[in-house]
């Protein structure tokens, strides 16, 4: 189990899974750390307890106060809002202070989905072996909390228009995927390897919406939006058009073939992976 003689700085602790990370290292009795950009209007999501350090990814050496005395380093990279140049600088101030570094990668990875010239996930994996550096990449499937991008569609509504509802997903708790992330950097026998990170269950994203309506106590109709008509709505909303078509093609693939689903969850930490109607049920608010 963890034990307090780690110091685990988080990059990324505002977003999906950072914010879970730093509780669960605080819960283990680590020290827990958190990198902030300045102004980063998310910051009140840090929890108390955290030790809050500025700095910016698009600025390496900023990260120096942040980096001294840590045994290592959780990151996730801001790919819709900071480009993949500083990256090499990045890795490299890191290996001054710490060898261990655990990385929130993608699925995409996994299946080839990715090559490494989009400078996305792959691209960062193959910088982090490059680099000297000991890792753990945590390959996942979608976020559960994505769901949560249909939010205002059902507080207004009873209907989601959205791509690809038969598209069959393996949705992570985002819990889970930082608990994983926190066994890797404060245990033995996670070194140099790559895991594949998935809910435990197959689930068409129609399916989703079932099961949120029936923890809302509703009856909640998918309607499906088309390729084209999603895509713009992707790319006017900040997706990069880039991004946008991969997830769209990424999608249509997934109501042929399923996404892949393993049992990392339960073989790291001993127990399930958490099910999508757990994640509703704790983010009902969200839909109301």
């Known amino acids: 189990m963890p ?8 990059i990324g602790p505002t ?8 509780t669960q290292l605080l819960g283990a009795g680590v020290t827990a750390r958190a990198l902030v950009r300045p102004g980063d ?4 999501r840090v929890p108390a307890g955290v ?7 698009a600025d390496p050496e900023s990260l120096v106060p942040a980096l001294r005395g840590v045994t290592g380093v959780f990151l996730m990279w801001p790919f819709f809002t900071l480009d993949v140049t500083t990256v090499p600088q990045v890795l490299e101030v890191i290996s001054r202070y710490t060898k261990r570094i655990a990385f929130v990668s993608s699925i995409g990875v996994h299946i080839g989905l990715e090559p490494v010239d989009n400078n996305c996930h792959a691209y960062l994996e193959q910088q982090i072996e490059k680099a000297d550096l000991t890792w753990t990449f945590l390959q996942t499937t979608g976020f559960a909390c994505n769901a949560a991008g249909w939010a205002r569609q059902i507080a207004d509504g009873d209907s989601v228009r959205f791509p690809y509802g038969a598209a069959v997903r393996s949705p992570i ?7 994983v992330a926190v066994r890797a950097l404060t245990e033995q026998g996670h070194e140099n390897r790559r895991y594949v990170v998935t809910g435990p ?3 068409a994203q129609a399916e989703q919406l079932g099961i949120i309506g029936e923890v809302l106590g509703r009856k909640l109709k998918w309607i499906e939006l088309p390729h084209g008509a999603a895509r713009g709505t992707m790319v006017e909303s900040g997706w990069p058009p880039a991004y946008a078509d991969g997830a769209l093609d990424y999608f249509a693939a997934l109501t042929e073939q399923p996404e892949t689903r393993t049992d990392t969850v339960a073989e790291v930490l001993g127990r399930s992976a958490r099910t999508f109607r757990s994640w509703v049920s704790e983010n009902a608010s969200l839909f109301q």
């Not at 034990?3 to 988080?10: A, N, P």
């Not at 209007?41 to 009140?44: C, E, I, L, V």
């Open 51 to 57: 030790e809050i350090f500025s700095g910016d990814l």
């Open 15 to 22: 977003g999906n899974v950072g914010p879970h990370a730093l």
């Open 41 to 44: 209007p998310a910051a009140d």
């Open 201 to 203: 269950e197959q689930l």
């Open 3 to 10: 034990t307090s003689s780690h110091t685990i700085l988080v």
């Open 173 to 179: 708790h985002e819990g889970d995927v930082a608990a």
